[in-house]
């Protein structure tokens, strides 16, 4: 079990590089499931849920290797197995994206049933409803998704909310199929466009990925490609919420300001003043902030995934804020761990009234994933006294080096182990 121990210290101040996205690198990586060959991938976060994609591929004949820190290279074989065990679902639950190309290039899959998380109850009827209209058949034996598909056909679905997880698979599956797809209502997040620029240097035949309606023409066969991942906008806005939580004038080197819109406007409406640079984004949070009313919505709305952040930056403001998840019911568990900090904060059903106090005050808290445990690191920063963040393995899960790079700006943030040895 690791901890992470913050000390406040005064405004931040500094540049930092922003990392690839999670979200996008885990699906680049198993779109190496659909061709035989070599694939080099950079811009790759070294965090814990790509070695656990690694792993996944790894078990299906796909040679991982890690040439430098940030890049990786797939060698798919001819032989190719189709068994996404339990252990792995269950730790990442991203896993179950191997689903639409296995059925697309293997024709058959073996994957765990996903469970429940601390985002609650998060289906994949979606999934499976869209592969069993290109003509998949599923059974559920023994807590496992068998899946057959002798050749996928081309299908007009619609999806009934724009799911990124869905998109991603019936993309992965659309590009070998017989015929054209037409995914409506589809998600529009950024990742999504990257896979498809990926799947289209691999041969793949996409248009109108971004967009709710993605059109995909099945080809015969796909070849490797290389691909550079597009920068992380989650840890981006962590970044941010940092230095509105702190104080301070940071530039985010890499961060692309087109994906995050939404974000930067509410930040500031929140009174933070926030540019785009020539290398990324500019930051500068030199007074209180205050409280304006979040609601969460698929991309190019607030995503689900700033929403700790923004309830953490919330908590300080000043004035009272509405906060309404639209996406995971259940999605507050740090709540009470913030509670425990000092803050002002009642939840009822998907809505959270958030009373801005002056100050929090630090406490032990408990990491529950990966972004509310981000989102207790930086409420640490506004903190009077220390906060040791437990769970905090949650973290590593999609931050690269998290409490070093704070500390490149002047924070007071260390691993418990170096905490004690008076750093
Ligand atoms: C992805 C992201 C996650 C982000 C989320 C929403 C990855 C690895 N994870 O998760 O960080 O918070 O998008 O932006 O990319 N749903 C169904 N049935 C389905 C599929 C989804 O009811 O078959 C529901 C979910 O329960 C949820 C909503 O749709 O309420 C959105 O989920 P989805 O967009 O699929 O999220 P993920 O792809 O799992």
């Known amino acids: 079990m690791s901890q992470i121990v913050i000390r406040p210290n005064g405004p931040l101040e500094g540049t930092i590089q922003v990392g690839g996205a999670k979200n996008a690198a885990l699906k680049l990586m198993a779109a190496s499931l659909l061709a035989e060959g070599e694939y080099h991938l950079r811009n790759v976060p070294a965090i814990t849920d790509v070695d656990t994609m690694a792993e996944l591929l790894t078990c299906m004949g796909v040679a991982v290797t890690r040439p430098a820190p940030h890049e990786v290279i797939l060698r798919r074989g001819a032989d190719c197995g189709y068994e996404a065990p339990y252990e792995l679902v269950e730790r990442m639950r991203a896993s179950i994206v191997v689903l639409g190309p296995l059925l697309g290039r293997v024709g058959r899959a073996r994957v765990a049933m996903p469970g429940g998380d601390d985002f609650g109850s998060r289906p994949i009827d979606m999934h499976l409803s869209g592969l069993e209209q290109m003509g998949a058949t599923f059974e559920v034996r023994h807590g496992y998704i068998e899946a057959t598909a002798d050749q996928l056909l081309g299908a007009r679905i619609v999806l009934e909310f724009p799911s990124v997880g869905a998109t991603e698979n019936l993309l992965l599956a659309a590009v070998l199929a017989k015929g054209t797809t037409f995914i409506e209502n589809a998600a529009r997040e950024p990742e999504i466009a990257d896979l498809a620029a990926f799947l289209n240097r691999m041969g793949a035949m996409i ?217």
């Open 207 to 423: 248009v109108g990925a971004g967009t709710s309606t993605i059109e995909i023409e099945g080809v015969e066969d796909l070849e490797p490609a290389d691909h550079t991942v597009i920068p992380d906008r989650i840890e981006a806005a962590t970044y941010l919420a940092a230095v509105a939580l702190a104080g301070g004038e940071i530039t985010i080197e890499g961060a692309r300001p087109d994906h995050m819109d939404m974000l930067i406007r509410k930040l500031g409406d929140m009174g933070m003043r926030i540019a785009p640079s020539s290398s990324g984004l500019w930051a500068l949070a030199n007074r209180r902030l205050m409280s304006v009313d979040v609601s969460t919505l698929p991309y190019p709305g607030i995503a689900t995934d700033y929403k700790p952040l923004f309830v953490t930056m919330l908590s300080v403001a000043d004035g009272i804020a509405i906060v309404t998840e639209n996406l995971f019911a259940g999605r507050f568990r740090y709540v009470s761990e913030l509670i425990r900090m000092g803050a002002d904060i009642r939840t009822e059903g998907r809505h959270a009234v958030v009373r801005g106090v002056e100050r929090l005050s630090g406490a032990p808290v408990r990491a529950s994933d990966i972004r509310a445990g981000a989102a207790l690191v930086v409420a640490g920063l506004a903190a009077e006294g220390e906060t040791v963040v437990a769970d905090a393995e949650h973290i590593d899960r999609g931050y690269e080096e998290f409490p070093e790079r704070l500390r490149s700006l002047g924070a007071q943030v260390f691993r418990a182990d170096d905490a004690s040895d008076g750093g």
